[in-house]
């Protein structure tokens, strides 16, 4: 069965950086599109950043372009998210998830996913 486990998350200062990482396994991770979705207390979860299958092609929420990066490992079956320059509304569970493989919907949508990780806490003090 496909299994998620997300690490790296935080208490930091806001400014800083944290780099998050998301271990897949049960699949077979080259074939999949990857993502990040948040979701802070009392908010829906929204979409932080996707990379493609073979880590060509990104994108982002605009609340976080510039300072966000994803890439992803094949070889590791990993994806990870950089994040500098972080902000306290940037506090949030994040949360990895896999595309599901013939999707033809939007990236920045979560129905298009089929497998989520349990999540990491992030959490950015001013």
């Known amino acids: 069965q ?3 486990v997300e690490s790296g998350g935080g208490l930091v200062q806001a400014g800083n950086s944290l780099r998050l990482s998301c271990a897949a396994s049960g699949l077979t991770f080259s074939l999949y599109a990857m993502g990040w ?12 950043a996707a990379i493609i299958r073979g880590g060509g092609g990104t994108y982002y929420a605009d609340s976080v372009k510039g300072r966000f990066t994803i890439s992803r490992d094949n070889a590791k079956n990993t994806v990870y998210l950089q994040m500098n320059s972080l902000k306290p509304e940037d506090t949030a569970v994040y949360y990895c998830a896999v595309k599901k493989r013939y ?11 089929g497998y989520w990780g ?5 959490t ?3």
């Open 2 to 4: 496909v299994q998620l």
């Open 37 to 48: 979705f948040r979701q802070a207390p009392g908010k829906e979860r929204e979409f932080v």
């Open 103 to 113: 999707s033809s919907g939007s990236y920045y949508d979560g129905n298009e996913y």
């Open 118 to 122: 349990q999540g990491t806490q992030v």
């Open 124 to 126: 950015v003090s001013s």
